[in-house]
C-alpha cells in the first residue's frame, strides 16, 4: 500500500526532471550565405519590446554573447547580422488522479472482491503548475534587411533568481548550437 502512496511522488519527480530539458528548433533561409557573417549586434527596438523584465534581457544578452563569442562571431556597430529576441510563457497546470482499488459498493471481482462488500483505498489527486517560456532568437541580415534564421527554445522556466541565469545559459546554448545552419553555406 506505501508503494501506490508513493507513485504519485514518484511521477511528480519524472515529470519535474523531463521538464527540465529544453526542446529546440530552428529555421532558416537557404538561399542566405551565413559565411559572410562574421559580427553582430543587437536591433534594439526588438530587444526593447520583448515582454519580459529588464534584468532577464540582460541576462539572455550575455548568454547570446557568450555563446557567440564561441563560435567567432564579433559585436560590431556596423554588425553583418542582427539579433532579436522575443519570448512567450504560458502556465500549464497538470491534473492527475491515481484511482483507488474500490469505493463504497460492493466489490469487485468473482464474490465478494477485496474487502468485503464495501471496498477498500481510494483514489488520489494531484494538481501542479509551471511556466514553460519560449525564446526566440532572430538573425536579420543587414544587407538585405531579412531575417535569415530563428531559433526557438521552449522548457520549464524557474523562479528561483540564483538559478536564472543557469536556466538562460541552457537555452541560449542550445539554441545558438543550431547557428549557423552547417548543412549550409
Given amino acids: 500500500m506505501k ?8 511521477l511528480a519527480t519524472v515529470f519535474a526532471v523531463s521538464c527540465s530539458s529544453v526542446r529546440v528548433n530552428s529555421d532558416y533561409d537557404e538561399a542566405a550565405n551565413f559565411t559572410t557573417f562574421k559580427t553582430y549586434g543587437y536591433l534594439k527596438d526588438g530587444v526593447d519590446k520583448a515582454e519580459i523584465s529588464d534584468l532577464d534581457k540582460k541576462r539572455i544578452l550575455t548568454a ?38 474500490g469505493g463504497w459498493g460492493y466489490g469487485w471481482g468473482p464474490g465478494w472482491g477485496w474487502g468485503g462488500p464495501w471496498g477498500w483505498g481510494g483514489g488520489y489527486n494531484s494538481v501542479s503548475t509551471h511556466t514553460e517560456g519560449t525564446l526566440y532568437i532572430d538573425v536579420i541580415d543587414t544587407a538585405k534587411k531579412e531575417l535569415v534564421w530563428q531559433g526557438v527554445g521552449t522548457g520549464v522556466l524557474t523562479k528561483n533568481r540564483e538559478k536564472k541565469q543557469e536556466r538562460i545559459n541552457e537555452f541560449v546554448e542550445k539554441i545558438i548550437a543550431e547557428f549557423p545552419p552547417q548543412d549550409k553555406k
Fill in 3 to 10: 508503494a501506490i502512496k508513493l507513485l504519485p511522488l514518484l
Fill in 64 to 101: 547570446i554573447d557568450a555563446e557567440m563569442a564561441k563560435k567567432g562571431f564579433t559585436k560590431s556597430d556596423k554588425p553583418d547580422f542582427l539579433v532579436n529576441i522575443f519570448t512567450k510563457a504560458n502556465k500549464e497546470v497538470n491534473v492527475n488522479n491515481w484511482g483507488g482499488y
